[in-house]
Structure formats: C-alpha cells, structure tokens
C-alpha cells in the first residue's frame, strides 16, 4: 500500500508493505500407539505442528527406565531402556502449548517384553491317574505356546490365551520318561523349554 501525507507546503508518499502472519494452536502430529521393549534401548518422538513457542509436557506413569523431555523446538521424546518385568501398556497424556491455545493427546505407551518360562522344567504322572499341569510364560503380549515332542499317550497339550498351556489326561505308559520341547512366541521374541516328563506306577 502507499501512504500519502499531505498539507499547505506539498505531500509526501510511503510504500509500505505489511506482512500478515495467521497464529495457529498446536496440534499434536505423532502416532498416538508407539512401542518400547523391555531390555531395548529406544527413543519416540513427539512431534507438533502451530506457531511457535510450542511447550510439551507428559502427565501419567511411564515405565521404570523411561524418560520424557520437551525438546523446546515443538518436539519431545520418550526415550530409554525399559526395566525387566515392564511389558505392558502405560497410558499418558501430552499436553502442548502454544500463545494462542493449548491440545492434549491421549497416549498408550507399549512397553513389549520378551516370553519367558515360569514353570518348572519337569513334572511326573501316575497311571491310569487323571493328570493335569499347567505351563506358565511371563512377558507381554502374552505369548503362544507350542509342544513338540512325543506325549504319553492319553495325555494332550492345549494352548490357553494367556501365555499358558496345560499338558492333562490318564497314561498306561508307566516307568517312561517324555523329553519335550515348549516353545513360547511373544511380539518381542521367543523361548524354549526342555521339559521332562515322567511316567511312573
């Protein structure tokens, strides 16, 4: 635009140019799911868009290991080595901030953690006994189980949905002994079992 001034003695003109800038309130732009393994060392960024100054804070409980810092950029990240026994999911809530307004972003942190087997190594049964044990994993998500090996017969593996398996039913085999292998297969990895079963009068 041109500015023009004038009175008795003449005028005089300006060219003048104004710079319009649109403020906009942040908006929280990074995945609302991410995911950390136990043992790992990993790093999550929060990412933002709006005008600047953007500030980031987190409220909720993290995992043991895990940290959380505002980068002062419009960025933030969730960063560390989640502790053994973490697995699990955390929810948390971001909050950033700028001048003009202020978001939140629900946030379910994923913490895997690799299956690992609780139970002993070996069982015995007797026969023509009703027999039952139950396998036991830890680690999240819960992993699946699988058998390999030989059974007596009567006697059958079932997975259960919880990292879990049951070895149940009656023998004839008697003064016998099974080597089997388990297998557990989790998000954040697999482990085996060599488990011994014994068959006795």
Do not use: C, H, W
């Not at 830890?138 to 017969?153: D, F, Q, R």
């Amino acid at each position: 635009m041109t500015l023009t001034a004038t009175n008795a003695d003449g005028s005089g003109t300006l060219a003048l140019t104004v710079t319009v800038t649109l403020s906009t309130g942040p908006v929280i732009t990074s995945s609302a799911a991410p995911t950390l393994t136990t043992g790992t060392a990993g790093t999550f960024k929060v990412t933002t868009t709006g005008t600047a100054p953007i500030t980031i804070a987190e409220s909720g409980t993290l995992p043991s290991g895990v940290v959380f810092k505002d980068n002062g950029n419009g960025t933030a990240t969730l960063s560390g080595t989640p502790a053994a026994g973490t697995g699990g999911v955390y929810p948390v809530t971001l909050t950033a901030k700028n001048p003009v307004g202020s978001t939140t972003q629900a946030l379910a942190l994923t913490v895997d953690q690799p299956p690992a087997f609780t139970t002993a190594d070996s069982a015995t049964t007797l026969g023509l006994i009703p027999f039952s044990f139950t396998v036991k994993t830890s680690g999240y998500p819960a992993a699946v189980l699988t058998e390999s090996g030989a059974l007596p017969p009567g006697l059958v593996f079932t997975p259960g949905p919880d990292g879990t398996a049951t070895i149940s039913g009656s023998t004839l085999a008697l003064l016998s002994s099974y080597r089997l292998t388990f297998t557990a297969t989790g998000a954040a990895g697999t482990a085996t079992q060599v488990f011994t079963l014994s068959s006795v009068l």
